[in-house]
């Protein structure tokens, strides 16, 4: 560790003692995310602070889907200090609660090659080996559904209002302020706030951050917009498509690579004003795209939202305006020059998400892709021979389809690692499996009578 790693480690501990004291925290949260990407945490108090920061806080990964087996279950927590937070929700006075986001370590120190989180690290040294740093913006579409008087989800809306609708239509209103208040106390920088397309449906949009910060945020920003909904009686949910007949949620991912404080992605004298690495970069997302696709539309019911001949992303296309297309290229340009993909999903792990897209877009750059010409008619209303003769293909159908996608190509391998790839491509097989043998409503609404 570098003299100046040390004295920023000295000085963030510094601040963090000093905020525990003025805010009279008395447990800390130790939280890290399963190979899902579902938030765990253990409780520790205040007093135990210096052994938390040294990392010495074990807990058993056996009990983690996708971590460790029972022979092997011992593993540590080790925070990242810059995500220190204090919990909005649970000051009063003479007291309060807060967290760390940690990383996995094994008993030596090694980074747990299980962790999701330490699967984007290496993904952004990788990265940072060619010279680039990696900047992500997620866009994470939710719902809104009543909770019954238990505190349970049920089917109902929390409201019947549309895009851009205010109150006293827009229900959620209320609910979207205290969740921005509570994010803007743990450090985020909100830039907009607003109720989508769909009924019951709500976007908060964070400002873009480093790779490994943005999925940090993505994953508080899940957890607080389910605990703050819970208060006002509402249930949030993340899930893709949890209501037919209307649009389901996306997130968009907007990336974009760096040089130092450059953006590698603008090129002032190019007709689009992108560079040469933007249009390898394109090239290598539409190249691997299908083969990481099980990775940022993780679920049976994702594909339900990436359904062919609806307004869905799904047509493999490229477009500097273009919203039918899979790739969308924003108008602002110069620093916020950035490649937008539009199938990607909040119920993915956000970590193995955007790990899988640099990725793939790397690979473009190191192998010097041509991307293919853009695509600026409406893609969603050409027929399907139309996008045939055009060369447009569609993205798999179902999570079988993806999984088998993902075992034939090499990104997922390359990316997530030996550990985290077995285990993501056999929780997956097992999630169609129990899918595929399970009886729907649909059958019995359909066959049960009739036949």
Known sequence: MSKTTIANTTETL?????????????????????????LKHVTVTVEQLEDVVEGKMMFDGSSIKGFSPINKSDLYLQPDLTTFAVLPWTEEPG????????????PDGTLFE?????????????????????????????????????GYATQELGDKAGYFEPQPHDLGERVRLEIYRALKAMGFTIEASHHEVA??????NFKYADALTAADLSTTYKWVVKTVAKKFGYHATFMPKPVFGINGSGMHVNMSFFKGNENAFFDPSDELQLSKQAYHFIAGV?????????????????????????????YLAWSASNRSALIRIPAK???????????????????????VIASAGLDGIEKEL??????????????????????IENLPGSLEEAVKELEAGEIGAKTLGEHVYNEYVAMKKAEWDSYRIAISSWEIENYHSKF
Request: glycine share 6%.
């Open 95 to 106: 007291y309060s609660e807060a967290r760390f986001l940690c990383s996995v370590t094994n």
């Open 14 to 38: 510094a601040k963090i003692k000093e905020t525990i004291n003025q805010k009279n925290v008395e447990l800390l949260h130790l939280q890290f995310v399963d190979i899902e990407g579902i």
């Open 199 to 204: 009924e019951g449906q709500h976007e908060i």
């Open 370 to 391: 041509e991307a293919p010409a853009p695509v600026n008619e409406d893609i969603f209303h050409m027929t399907e021979e139309e996008r045939a003769f055009r060369g």
């Open 333 to 355: 340009k110069g620093l916020a020059t950035r490649v937008e993909l539009r199938c990607p999903d909040p119920s993915s792990n956000p970590y193995l998400t955007f790990s």
């Open 114 to 150: 299980g962790d999701t989180r330490n699967v984007l690290k290496k993904t952004v040294e990788r990265v940072a080996d060619k010279g680039y740093t990696i900047s992500v913006g997620p866009e994470l579409e939710f719902f809104l559904f009543k909770n019954d008087d238990n």
């Open 286 to 314: 539409l190249e691997n795209v299908k083969n990481f696709v099980a990775v940022t539309n993780p679920l049976v019911n994702s594909y339900k939202r990436l359904v062919p001949g609806y307004e869905a992303p799904v």
